[in-house]
Protein backbone atom coordinates (compact mmCIF):
# COMPACT_ATOMS: atom_id res chain seq x y z
CA UNK A 1 0.00 0.00 0.00
CA UNK A 2 2.65 2.24 1.38
CA UNK A 3 5.10 1.81 -2.27
CA UNK A 4 1.77 1.74 -4.26
CA UNK A 5 1.37 5.65 -2.91
CA UNK A 6 5.06 6.09 -3.05
CA UNK A 7 5.13 5.16 -7.00
CA UNK A 8 2.06 6.66 -7.71
CA UNK A 9 3.54 10.22 -6.14
CA UNK A 10 6.21 9.89 -8.05
CA UNK A 11 4.97 9.41 -10.85
CA UNK A 12 2.18 12.30 -10.34
CA UNK A 13 5.43 14.62 -10.13
CA UNK A 14 7.19 13.62 -12.93
CA UNK A 15 3.91 14.41 -15.16
CA UNK A 16 4.23 17.61 -13.81
CA UNK A 17 7.40 18.62 -15.33
CA UNK A 18 6.92 16.87 -18.87
CA UNK A 19 7.23 19.11 -20.86
CA UNK A 20 6.27 17.86 -24.96
CA UNK A 21 10.00 17.53 -25.91
CA UNK A 22 10.96 15.74 -22.88
CA UNK A 23 7.58 13.75 -23.14
CA UNK A 24 9.50 10.39 -24.72
CA UNK A 25 11.98 10.50 -21.66
CA UNK A 26 9.56 10.70 -19.28
CA UNK A 27 7.40 7.93 -20.76
CA UNK A 28 10.13 5.75 -20.71
CA UNK A 29 11.13 6.34 -16.84
CA UNK A 30 7.32 5.86 -16.19
CA UNK A 31 7.28 2.63 -17.78
CA UNK A 32 10.20 1.76 -15.82
CA UNK A 33 7.84 1.80 -12.68
CA UNK A 34 4.95 -1.31 -12.68
CA UNK A 35 2.57 0.82 -10.60
CA UNK A 36 0.72 2.85 -12.98
CA UNK A 37 -2.98 2.97 -11.69
CA UNK A 38 -6.00 1.00 -13.25
CA UNK A 39 -8.87 3.23 -13.85
CA UNK A 40 -11.90 2.38 -14.09
CA UNK A 41 -14.31 4.64 -15.16
CA UNK A 42 -18.44 4.01 -14.40
CA UNK A 43 -20.92 6.42 -15.50
CA UNK A 44 -24.62 5.84 -15.60
CA UNK A 45 -27.20 7.64 -17.93
CA UNK A 46 -29.14 10.02 -15.94
CA UNK A 47 -28.72 9.68 -12.01
CA UNK A 48 -29.79 12.53 -10.30
CA UNK A 49 -27.07 12.52 -7.20
CA UNK A 50 -30.22 12.48 -4.64
CA UNK A 51 -30.74 9.27 -5.69
CA UNK A 52 -27.02 7.88 -4.25
CA UNK A 53 -27.57 7.32 -0.38
CA UNK A 54 -24.23 8.55 -0.14
CA UNK A 55 -25.75 11.68 -0.48
CA UNK A 56 -29.42 11.55 0.54
CA UNK A 57 -29.63 10.07 4.16
CA UNK A 58 -32.89 9.33 3.52
CA UNK A 59 -32.54 7.44 0.66
CA UNK A 60 -30.49 4.93 3.03
CA UNK A 61 -33.77 3.56 4.73
CA UNK A 62 -35.75 3.22 1.50
CA UNK A 63 -33.70 3.10 -1.29
CA UNK A 64 -29.86 2.55 -0.36
CA UNK A 65 -27.02 1.77 -2.89
CA UNK A 66 -24.46 0.59 -0.72
CA UNK A 67 -22.09 -0.10 -3.03
CA UNK A 68 -21.80 2.68 -4.76
CA UNK A 69 -21.49 4.25 -1.15
CA UNK A 70 -18.63 2.41 -0.53
CA UNK A 71 -16.66 3.96 -3.55
CA UNK A 72 -17.15 7.51 -1.30
CA UNK A 73 -16.73 5.64 2.17
CA UNK A 74 -13.40 4.03 0.92
CA UNK A 75 -12.38 7.46 -1.31
CA UNK A 76 -13.67 10.80 -1.62
CA UNK A 77 -17.43 12.14 -1.99
CA UNK A 78 -17.50 15.24 -4.73
CA UNK A 79 -20.41 17.30 -3.26
CA UNK A 80 -20.24 19.93 -6.19
CA UNK A 81 -19.42 18.14 -9.34
CA UNK A 82 -20.83 20.09 -12.23
CA UNK A 83 -21.49 19.47 -15.99
CA UNK A 84 -20.30 21.80 -18.90
CA UNK A 85 -23.69 21.18 -20.89
CA UNK A 86 -26.87 18.90 -18.85
CA UNK A 87 -27.25 16.52 -21.89
CA UNK A 88 -26.44 13.06 -22.72
CA UNK A 89 -23.89 13.44 -25.95
CA UNK A 90 -22.40 16.84 -25.21
CA UNK A 91 -21.08 15.91 -21.42
CA UNK A 92 -19.67 12.31 -23.06
CA UNK A 93 -17.97 14.93 -25.61
CA UNK A 94 -16.74 16.99 -22.88
CA UNK A 95 -15.47 13.77 -20.46
CA UNK A 96 -13.71 12.73 -23.77
CA UNK A 97 -12.04 15.71 -24.88
CA UNK A 98 -11.25 17.77 -22.06
CA UNK A 99 -13.38 21.15 -24.23
CA UNK A 100 -16.54 22.76 -24.02
CA UNK A 101 -19.18 22.13 -26.57
CA UNK A 102 -18.12 25.50 -28.74
CA UNK A 103 -14.53 23.60 -29.01
CA UNK A 104 -15.23 20.18 -29.33
CA UNK A 105 -18.36 20.82 -31.85
CA UNK A 106 -20.89 18.48 -30.07
CA UNK A 107 -23.45 20.76 -28.58
CA UNK A 108 -26.65 18.70 -28.30
CA UNK A 109 -27.20 14.99 -28.59
CA UNK A 110 -26.69 13.33 -32.01
CA UNK A 111 -29.95 14.54 -33.86
CA UNK A 112 -28.96 17.64 -33.58
CA UNK A 113 -25.29 17.45 -33.23
CA UNK A 114 -24.33 14.78 -36.28
CA UNK A 115 -21.85 12.53 -35.16
CA UNK A 116 -19.29 13.52 -32.72
CA UNK A 117 -16.09 14.40 -34.55
CA UNK A 118 -14.00 11.37 -33.73
CA UNK A 119 -10.82 12.52 -35.11
CA UNK A 120 -9.79 14.90 -32.75
CA UNK A 121 -7.31 14.76 -29.82
CA UNK A 122 -9.52 12.71 -26.62
CA UNK A 123 -8.10 11.30 -23.12
CA UNK A 124 -8.34 7.50 -24.73
CA UNK A 125 -6.06 7.96 -27.79
CA UNK A 126 -3.82 9.94 -25.15
CA UNK A 127 -3.62 7.44 -22.57
CA UNK A 128 -3.59 4.54 -25.58
CA UNK A 129 -0.40 5.86 -26.96
CA UNK A 130 1.00 6.48 -23.36
CA UNK A 131 1.04 2.62 -22.86
CA UNK A 132 -2.64 2.05 -21.91
CA UNK A 133 -5.17 -0.57 -22.84
CA UNK A 134 -8.16 1.25 -23.61
CA UNK A 135 -11.78 -0.01 -23.59
CA UNK A 136 -15.60 1.17 -23.39
CA UNK A 137 -18.29 -1.07 -22.98
CA UNK A 138 -22.02 0.15 -22.80
CA UNK A 139 -23.70 3.77 -24.05
CA UNK A 140 -21.41 5.77 -26.12
CA UNK A 141 -24.39 7.81 -27.80
CA UNK A 142 -22.35 10.02 -30.52
CA UNK A 143 -22.96 8.57 -33.51
CA UNK A 144 -19.66 7.50 -34.83
CA UNK A 145 -17.53 5.02 -33.87
CA UNK A 146 -15.48 4.93 -31.09
CA UNK A 147 -11.98 5.57 -31.57
CA UNK A 148 -8.68 5.35 -28.87
CA UNK A 149 -10.06 2.42 -27.56
CA UNK A 150 -8.34 -1.16 -27.93
CA UNK A 151 -12.12 -2.66 -27.14
CA UNK A 152 -15.58 -1.47 -27.79
CA UNK A 153 -18.50 -3.08 -27.15
CA UNK A 154 -21.42 -0.80 -27.68
CA UNK A 155 -25.59 0.09 -27.11
CA UNK A 156 -26.75 1.43 -30.56
CA UNK A 157 -28.37 4.69 -29.94
CA UNK A 158 -29.87 4.74 -26.44
CA UNK A 159 -29.87 0.93 -26.90
CA UNK A 160 -32.75 -1.43 -24.68
CA UNK A 161 -32.95 -1.86 -21.45
CA UNK A 162 -34.34 -5.98 -22.33
CA UNK A 163 -32.67 -8.01 -24.39
CA UNK A 164 -30.37 -5.24 -25.92
CA UNK A 165 -28.77 -4.90 -29.47
CA UNK A 166 -24.65 -4.27 -29.12
CA UNK A 167 -22.41 -2.99 -31.93
CA UNK A 168 -18.58 -3.77 -31.72
CA UNK A 169 -15.92 -4.12 -34.52
CA UNK A 170 -17.52 -6.96 -35.85
CA UNK A 171 -21.29 -5.53 -36.10
CA UNK A 172 -24.29 -5.51 -34.54
CA UNK A 173 -26.10 -8.30 -32.29
CA UNK A 174 -28.40 -9.04 -29.81
CA UNK A 175 -27.81 -10.48 -26.56
CA UNK A 176 -30.49 -12.02 -24.20
CA UNK A 177 -30.76 -10.66 -21.11
CA UNK A 178 -31.20 -7.16 -18.86
CA UNK A 179 -29.13 -4.59 -20.23
CA UNK A 180 -27.47 -3.79 -17.02
CA UNK A 181 -26.33 -6.84 -15.63
CA UNK A 182 -25.03 -7.75 -19.90
CA UNK A 183 -22.58 -4.64 -19.21
CA UNK A 184 -21.37 -6.18 -15.86
CA UNK A 185 -21.15 -9.54 -17.65
CA UNK A 186 -19.43 -7.65 -20.47
CA UNK A 187 -16.86 -5.67 -18.67
CA UNK A 188 -15.59 -8.34 -15.73
CA UNK A 189 -14.89 -10.50 -19.02
CA UNK A 190 -12.77 -7.98 -20.45
CA UNK A 191 -10.97 -7.65 -17.16
CA UNK A 192 -10.41 -11.18 -16.78
CA UNK A 193 -9.03 -11.02 -20.39
CA UNK A 194 -6.75 -8.17 -19.33
CA UNK A 195 -5.53 -10.59 -16.69
CA UNK A 196 -1.58 -11.66 -17.76
CA UNK A 197 -0.92 -8.64 -19.82
CA UNK A 198 1.17 -6.25 -18.04
CA UNK A 199 -0.46 -3.01 -19.46
CA UNK A 200 -2.22 -0.88 -17.13
CA UNK A 201 -5.70 -0.58 -18.33
CA UNK A 202 -8.51 2.80 -18.79
CA UNK A 203 -12.26 0.77 -18.86
CA UNK A 204 -15.46 2.97 -19.76
CA UNK A 205 -18.30 1.14 -18.14
CA UNK A 206 -21.40 3.14 -19.29
CA UNK A 207 -24.48 1.72 -18.03
CA UNK A 208 -27.88 2.74 -20.25
CA UNK A 209 -30.30 3.07 -16.33
CA UNK A 210 -31.33 4.94 -14.85
CA UNK A 211 -32.64 6.52 -18.72
CA UNK A 212 -36.27 6.89 -19.61
CA UNK A 213 -38.43 5.04 -19.99
CA UNK A 214 -36.70 3.85 -16.45
CA UNK A 215 -37.73 0.13 -17.03
CA UNK A 216 -36.10 -1.91 -13.77
CA UNK A 217 -34.76 -5.73 -14.44
CA UNK A 218 -36.50 -8.60 -13.69
CA UNK A 219 -34.89 -9.09 -10.27
CA UNK A 220 -36.03 -5.90 -8.89
CA UNK A 221 -39.47 -4.81 -10.73
CA UNK A 222 -41.34 -5.13 -7.29
CA UNK A 223 -38.47 -3.78 -4.86
CA UNK A 224 -40.55 -0.93 -3.78
CA UNK A 225 -44.23 -2.18 -3.86
CA UNK A 226 -45.87 -0.43 -0.93
CA UNK A 227 -43.49 1.69 -0.33
CA UNK A 228 -44.03 5.69 -0.31
CA UNK A 229 -41.14 8.20 -1.26
CA UNK A 230 -40.87 11.54 0.37
CA UNK A 231 -42.21 14.34 -1.85
CA UNK A 232 -39.82 17.27 -3.02
CA UNK A 233 -40.46 20.74 -1.03
CA UNK A 234 -41.35 22.00 -4.72
CA UNK A 235 -43.57 19.19 -6.60
CA UNK A 236 -46.47 22.16 -7.19
CA UNK A 237 -44.60 24.78 -7.93
CA UNK A 238 -45.81 27.33 -9.78
CA UNK A 239 -42.28 28.80 -11.06
CA UNK A 240 -43.90 32.32 -10.41
CA UNK A 241 -40.62 33.26 -8.78
CA UNK A 242 -38.75 31.94 -11.83
CA UNK A 243 -38.82 33.10 -15.36
CA UNK A 244 -40.51 32.27 -18.68
CA UNK A 245 -37.75 28.98 -19.60
CA UNK A 246 -39.34 27.23 -16.46
CA UNK A 247 -42.73 28.01 -17.43
CA UNK A 248 -42.74 27.10 -20.79
CA UNK A 249 -40.10 24.05 -20.80
CA UNK A 250 -42.37 20.59 -21.64
CA UNK A 251 -40.99 17.69 -19.02
CA UNK A 252 -43.26 18.02 -15.90
CA UNK A 253 -44.56 15.02 -14.32
CA UNK A 254 -48.60 16.76 -15.04
CA UNK A 255 -48.46 17.08 -18.50
CA UNK A 256 -45.43 15.15 -20.11
CA UNK A 257 -45.20 12.32 -18.45
CA UNK A 258 -46.93 9.41 -19.74
CA UNK A 259 -49.22 7.43 -18.26
CA UNK A 260 -47.84 4.05 -20.38
CA UNK A 261 -44.75 4.15 -22.09
CA UNK A 262 -43.23 6.02 -19.02
CA UNK A 263 -45.23 4.54 -16.21
CA UNK A 264 -46.00 1.36 -17.29
CA UNK A 265 -50.04 1.36 -17.15
CA UNK A 266 -50.51 -0.13 -20.67
CA UNK A 267 -53.91 -1.74 -21.27
CA UNK A 268 -54.65 -4.92 -21.69
CA UNK A 269 -53.61 -5.53 -25.04
CA UNK A 270 -51.42 -2.74 -26.51
CA UNK A 271 -50.77 -1.62 -29.73
CA UNK A 272 -48.88 0.84 -31.54
CA UNK A 273 -45.12 1.57 -31.97
CA UNK A 274 -44.61 2.68 -28.55
CA UNK A 275 -45.80 -0.28 -27.82
CA UNK A 276 -43.17 -2.12 -30.43
CA UNK A 277 -40.73 -0.06 -29.27
CA UNK A 278 -40.67 -1.23 -25.41
CA UNK A 279 -42.87 -3.81 -24.22
CA UNK A 280 -42.13 -6.03 -27.80
CA UNK A 281 -38.61 -6.84 -26.36
CA UNK A 282 -39.70 -8.89 -23.52
CA UNK A 283 -39.27 -12.97 -23.82
CA UNK A 284 -42.05 -14.89 -22.24
CA UNK A 285 -40.68 -15.68 -18.97
CA UNK A 286 -39.80 -11.79 -19.03
CA UNK A 287 -43.53 -10.52 -20.11
CA UNK A 288 -44.62 -12.64 -17.33
CA UNK A 289 -42.91 -10.99 -14.62
CA UNK A 290 -43.74 -8.16 -16.37
CA UNK A 291 -47.76 -8.19 -16.18
CA UNK A 292 -47.72 -9.79 -12.83
CA UNK A 293 -45.83 -6.29 -11.45
CA UNK A 294 -47.78 -3.98 -13.52
CA UNK A 295 -51.04 -5.57 -14.43
CA UNK A 296 -52.19 -5.01 -10.84
CA UNK A 297 -51.11 -1.42 -9.99
CA UNK A 298 -53.23 -0.79 -13.71
CA UNK A 299 -56.04 -2.04 -12.24
CA UNK A 300 -55.68 -0.57 -9.18
CA UNK A 301 -55.23 2.72 -11.18
CA UNK A 302 -58.44 2.64 -12.88
CA UNK A 303 -60.14 2.02 -10.21
CA UNK A 304 -59.05 5.18 -8.44
CA UNK A 305 -60.02 7.49 -10.95
CA UNK A 306 -57.64 10.13 -10.10
CA UNK A 307 -57.45 14.05 -11.22
CA UNK A 308 -55.17 17.30 -10.58
CA UNK A 309 -53.18 17.01 -7.61
CA UNK A 310 -53.78 13.41 -6.59
CA UNK A 311 -52.92 12.53 -10.33
CA UNK A 312 -49.90 14.40 -9.48
CA UNK A 313 -48.75 12.73 -6.24
CA UNK A 314 -49.24 8.95 -7.88
CA UNK A 315 -47.62 9.40 -10.99
CA UNK A 316 -44.34 10.74 -8.82
CA UNK A 317 -44.58 7.58 -6.56
CA UNK A 318 -45.16 5.61 -9.83
CA UNK A 319 -41.95 7.42 -11.16
CA UNK A 320 -39.79 6.86 -8.16
CA UNK A 321 -40.57 3.04 -7.96
CA UNK A 322 -39.04 2.54 -11.53
CA UNK A 323 -36.23 5.07 -11.33
CA UNK A 324 -35.01 3.77 -7.84
CA UNK A 325 -35.27 0.02 -8.94
CA UNK A 326 -32.97 0.35 -12.17
CA UNK A 327 -30.59 1.91 -9.59
CA UNK A 328 -30.48 -0.87 -7.45
CA UNK A 329 -29.30 -3.24 -10.64
CA UNK A 330 -26.89 -0.34 -10.91
CA UNK A 331 -26.05 -0.68 -7.35
CA UNK A 332 -26.00 -4.23 -7.66
CA UNK A 333 -23.34 -3.60 -10.99
CA UNK A 334 -20.95 -1.53 -9.27
CA UNK A 335 -20.65 -4.06 -6.33
CA UNK A 336 -20.05 -6.64 -8.71
CA UNK A 337 -16.81 -4.74 -10.19
CA UNK A 338 -15.85 -3.80 -6.54
CA UNK A 339 -15.57 -7.84 -5.22
CA UNK A 340 -14.07 -8.69 -8.92
CA UNK A 341 -11.44 -6.39 -8.73
CA UNK A 342 -11.14 -7.78 -4.85
CA UNK A 343 -10.87 -11.09 -5.79
CA UNK A 344 -8.90 -10.52 -8.78
CA UNK A 345 -6.04 -9.04 -6.39
CA UNK A 346 -6.38 -5.57 -8.85
CA UNK A 347 -8.35 -3.49 -6.09
CA UNK A 348 -5.43 -1.72 -3.88
CA UNK A 349 -4.07 0.21 -7.49
CA UNK A 350 -6.95 0.45 -9.31
CA UNK A 351 -8.69 3.78 -9.80
CA UNK A 352 -12.54 3.39 -9.31
CA UNK A 353 -14.69 6.55 -10.26
CA UNK A 354 -18.52 6.01 -10.43
CA UNK A 355 -20.37 9.15 -12.20
CA UNK A 356 -23.52 10.52 -14.12
CA UNK A 357 -23.45 12.12 -17.67
CA UNK A 358 -25.17 14.89 -15.28
CA UNK A 359 -27.92 15.04 -12.92
CA UNK A 360 -32.18 14.82 -12.88
CA UNK A 361 -34.77 16.48 -11.95
CA UNK A 362 -36.77 13.57 -9.42
CA UNK A 363 -39.67 15.82 -9.22
CA UNK A 364 -38.27 19.44 -8.22
CA UNK A 365 -39.87 21.88 -9.49
CA UNK A 366 -42.83 19.51 -10.57
CA UNK A 367 -40.11 17.86 -13.40
CA UNK A 368 -38.00 15.15 -14.63
CA UNK A 369 -35.57 15.27 -17.16
CA UNK A 370 -32.26 17.75 -16.92
CA UNK A 371 -31.11 20.35 -19.30
CA UNK A 372 -31.64 22.82 -16.96
CA UNK A 373 -28.70 24.58 -15.01
CA UNK A 374 -30.54 24.67 -11.70
CA UNK A 375 -28.89 22.45 -9.60
CA UNK A 376 -30.45 18.51 -9.37
CA UNK A 377 -29.32 18.85 -13.17
CA UNK A 378 -26.46 20.68 -13.56
CA UNK A 379 -24.78 18.66 -11.03
CA UNK A 380 -23.30 15.14 -10.92
CA UNK A 381 -22.37 12.36 -8.61
CA UNK A 382 -18.69 11.78 -8.18
CA UNK A 383 -17.09 9.78 -5.56
CA UNK A 384 -13.51 8.33 -6.61
CA UNK A 385 -11.64 5.23 -4.92
CA UNK A 386 -8.11 5.45 -5.27
CA UNK A 387 -6.14 3.32 -2.12
CA UNK A 388 -3.36 4.39 -1.03
CA UNK A 389 -4.11 8.09 -2.50
CA UNK A 390 -7.32 8.96 -0.95
CA UNK A 391 -7.81 9.10 2.54
CA UNK A 392 -11.16 6.86 2.70
CA UNK A 393 -14.19 8.60 4.05
CA UNK A 394 -12.99 12.28 2.39
CA UNK A 395 -15.40 14.73 1.00
CA UNK A 396 -14.79 17.63 -1.05
CA UNK A 397 -16.56 20.71 -2.18
CA UNK A 398 -14.78 22.03 -4.89
CA UNK A 399 -16.42 23.22 -7.83
CA UNK A 400 -15.11 20.22 -9.75
CA UNK A 401 -16.51 19.59 -13.34
CA UNK A 402 -16.68 16.82 -16.10
CA UNK A 403 -14.11 19.05 -17.96
CA UNK A 404 -11.60 17.80 -15.66
CA UNK A 405 -11.91 14.01 -15.83
CA UNK A 406 -9.80 13.98 -19.07
CA UNK A 407 -6.99 15.68 -17.71
CA UNK A 408 -7.26 13.91 -13.74
CA UNK A 409 -6.76 10.62 -15.55
CA UNK A 410 -3.53 11.32 -17.89
CA UNK A 411 -2.25 12.65 -14.95
CA UNK A 412 -3.39 10.09 -12.65
CA UNK A 413 -1.45 8.02 -15.16
CA UNK A 414 1.37 10.12 -15.19
CA UNK A 415 0.76 11.55 -18.53
CA UNK A 416 0.93 15.50 -19.55
CA UNK A 417 -2.10 16.99 -20.52
CA UNK A 418 -2.26 18.95 -23.23
CA UNK A 419 -2.15 22.67 -23.26
CA UNK A 420 -5.71 22.84 -25.63
CA UNK A 421 -7.60 21.05 -22.98
CA UNK A 422 -9.66 23.25 -20.42
CA UNK A 423 -10.57 21.76 -16.96
CA UNK A 424 -7.87 20.72 -14.70
CA UNK A 425 -6.21 17.67 -12.99
CA UNK A 426 -8.16 16.86 -9.86
CA UNK A 427 -5.40 14.68 -8.64
CA UNK A 428 -3.85 17.06 -6.33
CA UNK A 429 -7.77 17.50 -4.65
CA UNK A 430 -7.41 13.25 -4.42
CA UNK A 431 -4.46 13.82 -2.56
CA UNK A 432 -5.89 16.30 -0.37
CA UNK A 433 -3.16 19.03 -1.06
CA UNK A 434 -3.73 22.40 0.09
CA UNK A 435 -5.07 24.12 -3.62
CA UNK A 436 -5.50 27.04 -3.07
CA UNK A 437 -6.20 28.53 -7.27
CA UNK A 438 -9.08 26.13 -7.70
CA UNK A 439 -12.29 27.93 -9.92
CA UNK A 440 -14.31 29.35 -7.99
CA UNK A 441 -16.48 29.68 -10.45
CA UNK A 442 -17.93 27.45 -13.15
CA UNK A 443 -19.20 28.07 -16.38
CA UNK A 444 -22.43 26.06 -18.00
CA UNK A 445 -24.16 26.00 -22.19
CA UNK A 446 -26.91 24.15 -23.18
CA UNK A 447 -27.47 24.51 -26.61
CA UNK A 448 -30.34 22.10 -27.89
CA UNK A 449 -33.33 24.41 -28.46
CA UNK A 450 -36.07 24.06 -29.94
CA UNK A 451 -36.00 20.04 -29.37
CA UNK A 452 -37.54 17.60 -27.40
CA UNK A 453 -38.51 19.06 -23.77
CA UNK A 454 -38.19 22.53 -24.67
CA UNK A 455 -35.56 24.18 -22.37
CA UNK A 456 -34.25 26.92 -23.87
CA UNK A 457 -30.82 27.71 -24.73
CA UNK A 458 -29.23 29.14 -21.50
CA UNK A 459 -25.60 29.97 -20.66
CA UNK A 460 -24.45 30.82 -16.94
CA UNK A 461 -22.04 30.48 -14.23
CA UNK A 462 -22.09 29.14 -10.63
CA UNK A 463 -20.23 30.00 -7.75
CA UNK A 464 -20.07 28.62 -4.09
CA UNK A 465 -23.51 30.49 -3.46
CA UNK A 466 -25.08 32.01 -6.70
CA UNK A 467 -25.99 31.36 -9.97
CA UNK A 468 -26.41 33.40 -13.21
CA UNK A 469 -28.40 32.24 -15.71
CA UNK A 470 -29.09 34.17 -19.26
CA UNK A 471 -31.32 32.76 -21.56
CA UNK A 472 -30.82 34.28 -24.61
CA UNK A 473 -32.61 32.59 -27.22
CA UNK A 474 -36.33 33.54 -28.04
CA UNK A 475 -36.54 35.37 -24.88
CA UNK A 476 -33.89 37.26 -23.29
CA UNK A 477 -33.95 36.93 -19.52
CA UNK A 478 -31.77 36.65 -16.85
CA UNK A 479 -31.96 34.97 -13.57
CA UNK A 480 -30.02 34.90 -10.24
CA UNK A 481 -30.47 32.80 -7.18
CA UNK A 482 -29.34 32.56 -3.76
CA UNK A 483 -28.71 28.90 -2.66
CA UNK A 484 -27.86 29.95 0.40
CA UNK A 485 -31.11 31.28 1.33
CA UNK A 486 -33.07 29.79 -1.75
CA UNK A 487 -31.45 26.42 -1.84
CA UNK A 488 -34.54 25.20 -4.13
CA UNK A 489 -33.64 28.06 -6.46
CA UNK A 490 -37.39 29.12 -6.92
CA UNK A 491 -37.25 32.76 -6.43
CA UNK A 492 -34.91 34.45 -9.03
CA UNK A 493 -33.04 37.60 -7.37
CA UNK A 494 -31.94 39.56 -10.35
CA UNK A 495 -33.71 42.58 -10.08
CA UNK A 496 -33.46 42.92 -6.48
CA UNK A 497 -31.94 45.91 -5.59
CA UNK A 498 -30.00 44.55 -2.77
CA UNK A 499 -28.37 42.01 -4.90
CA UNK A 500 -27.16 44.60 -7.00
CA UNK A 501 -23.26 44.11 -6.27
CA UNK A 502 -23.22 40.66 -6.71
CA UNK A 503 -24.97 40.56 -9.75
CA UNK A 504 -22.75 43.11 -11.10
CA UNK A 505 -19.63 40.65 -9.29
CA UNK A 506 -21.47 38.11 -11.20
CA UNK A 507 -21.63 39.58 -14.96
CA UNK A 508 -17.45 40.51 -14.69
CA UNK A 509 -16.98 36.84 -13.65
CA UNK A 510 -19.32 35.54 -16.51
CA UNK A 511 -17.66 37.43 -19.29
CA UNK A 512 -14.23 36.47 -18.05
CA UNK A 513 -15.23 32.55 -18.39
CA UNK A 514 -16.95 33.19 -21.82
CA UNK A 515 -13.36 34.98 -22.54
CA UNK A 516 -10.85 32.32 -20.95
CA UNK A 517 -12.98 29.78 -22.84
CA UNK A 518 -12.56 31.29 -26.24
CA UNK A 519 -16.54 31.57 -26.74
CA UNK A 520 -18.16 33.85 -29.14
CA UNK A 521 -21.76 35.05 -29.25
CA UNK A 522 -21.92 33.58 -32.56
CA UNK A 523 -21.00 29.50 -30.92
CA UNK A 524 -24.45 30.28 -29.61
CA UNK A 525 -26.12 29.64 -33.22
CA UNK A 526 -23.18 28.12 -34.99
CA UNK A 527 -23.14 24.61 -33.60
CA UNK A 528 -26.90 23.66 -33.06
CA UNK A 529 -28.73 25.71 -35.83
CA UNK A 530 -31.82 27.65 -35.51
CA UNK A 531 -34.39 25.94 -37.41
C1 LIG B 1 -35.20 10.70 -25.36
C2 LIG B 1 -36.11 10.78 -24.15
C3 LIG B 1 -36.04 12.19 -23.56
C4 LIG B 1 -34.59 12.54 -23.27
C5 LIG B 1 -33.76 12.40 -24.54
C6 LIG B 1 -32.30 12.69 -24.37
N1 LIG B 1 -37.46 10.45 -24.51
O1 LIG B 1 -35.68 11.54 -26.37
O2 LIG B 1 -36.81 12.23 -22.39
O3 LIG B 1 -34.47 13.85 -22.77
O4 LIG B 1 -33.89 11.06 -25.01
O5 LIG B 1 -31.75 11.90 -23.36
S1 LIG B 1 -37.88 8.89 -24.61
O6 LIG B 1 -39.32 8.85 -24.72
O7 LIG B 1 -37.23 8.34 -25.79
O8 LIG B 1 -37.40 8.21 -23.42
S2 LIG B 1 -30.18 11.73 -23.31
O9 LIG B 1 -29.84 11.18 -21.99
O10 LIG B 1 -29.82 10.82 -24.36
O11 LIG B 1 -29.63 13.05 -23.50
CA1 LIG C 1 -28.09 11.32 -19.88
Known sequence: MKNAKTTTRLLIQSAGVCTIGLLASCQAEQKTESQLPNIIFIMSDDHAWQAVSAYNERLKYVAPTPNID???NEGMRFDRCLVTNSICGPSRATI????????????????????????QQTFPKLMQKGGYATAIIGKWHLGSEPIGFDHWDILPGQGHYYNPAFINSYGEYEVHGYVTDIITDKTIEWLKDMKGHDKPFMLKMHHKAPHREWEPGPKFLSRFKGVEFPEPVNLFSDHSGMGTAAREQDMSIATTMRLQEDLKMWPENPTGWTYRRTLHRLDDDQRRLWDMTYDPLRDAFEEMNLEGDDLVRWKYQRYMHDYLATIQSIDESVGRILQYLKES?????????????????????????????????????????WPGVIEPGSVNTNLVSNLDFAQTFLDAAGLPEPDDMQGRSMVPLLGNEMVTDWRTAHYYHYYEYPAVHSVKRHYGIATDRYKLIHFYYDIDEWEMYDRKTDPHE??????????????????????????????????????????
Open 345 to 385: GLDENTIVIYTSDQGFFLGEHGWFDKRFMYEESYRTPLVIR
Open 70 to 72: RIA
Open 490 to 531: MQSVYHDPAYASEREDLHRQLDALREKYGETPEDSFRLVPVE
Open 96 to 119: LTGKYSHLNGFAGNVYVSGDFDGS
